[in-house]
């Protein structure tokens, strides 16, 4: 009995998240590690050819595009200002990714990122600058109707700053960090995946 009252219990918990979803009509993604493969420790993807999509993730886009909400990447490229990857490099390595998406019926709405080292700007996560650039550019856009999606300390603080609902994209695995303990306290909820959120959540 006890357990079935337990499980009873989750399954509301699971079904008011669900209802917080409902208004959502601004998807913010952060890139490497939602959307595709994180490079190797320490460096940056520099071009098309070693980008690699996680599971499921141009079919999530996908869905999303086709629920009529807009879909919108949020990304700290600190690689630019180190050196490890040039501005022009990764531009045309996000029209690459735009293109792609295209092809699939997932095509962003609009990317933005952030090319600073860290401490001198407002635009690199968990500072905010870059959803206030998306807001002016989408008026109807607002912290009410948007959620972040990531898979990081930096971009929970940065959603729940903003006032937008936050997603943790992280395996099915206690934390092992102190910043993905306080990440997974943070986050409105908790997937597996980006798909995985938009099947529970989105659909």
């Known amino acids: 009995m006890?357990?079935?009252?337990?499980?009873?219990?989750?399954d509301?918990?699971?079904?008011?998240r669900t209802r917080y979803f409902s208004e959502v009509q601004y998807v913010f993604l952060d890139r490497d590690g939602v959307v595709n493969e994180k490079f190797h420790p320490g460096?940056?993807?520099?071009?098309?050819?070693?980008?690699?999509?996680?599971p499921g993730a141009v079919e999530a886009i996908a869905r999303i595009k086709r629920s009529g909400r807009k879909v919108?990447?949020?990304?700290?490229?600190?690689?630019?200002?180190?050196?490890?990857?040039?501005?022009?490099?990764?531009?045309?390595?996000?029209?690459?990714?735009?293109?792609?998406?295209?092809?699939?019926a997932?095509?962003?709405?609009?990317?933005?990122?952030?090319?600073?080292d860290e401490g001198l700007c407002d635009c690199r996560k968990p500072q905010t600058g870059m959803f206030m650039q998306a807001f002016a550019d989408f008026p109807e856009a607002n912290p009410r109707n948007s959620v972040m999606v990531g898979d990081s300390l930096c971009d929970i603080e940065a959603?729940?700053?903003?006032?937008?609902?936050?997603?943790?994209?992280?395996?099915?695995?206690?934390?092992?960090?102190?910043?993905q303990t306080r990440?997974?306290?943070?986050?409105?909820?908790?997937?597996?995946?980006?798909?995985?959120?938009?099947e529970q959540y989105l659909s």
């Open 2 to 10: 006890g357990n079935y009252c337990w499980y009873e219990i989750i």
């Open 183 to 198: 990440a997974q306290a943070l986050a409105t909820a908790k997937a597996p995946s980006l798909l995985a959120f938009v």
């Open 43 to 54: 460096g940056y993807i520099r071009r098309w050819e070693q980008f690699r999509f996680l």
């Open 12 to 16: 509301s918990m699971r079904e008011n």
């Open 106 to 116: 997932a095509g962003l709405d609009a990317l933005y990122y952030c090319p600073h």
């Open 159 to 179: 959603g729940r700053r903003v006032g937008m609902l936050t997603v943790l994209i992280a395996e099915n695995q206690p934390a092992v960090t102190p910043e």
């Open 72 to 104: 919108i990447i949020v990304t700290n490229q600190r690689g630019v200002a180190t050196g490890l990857c040039s501005e022009p490099e990764l531009k045309v390595l996000h029209q690459d990714l735009q293109q792609y998406l295209r092809e699939h």
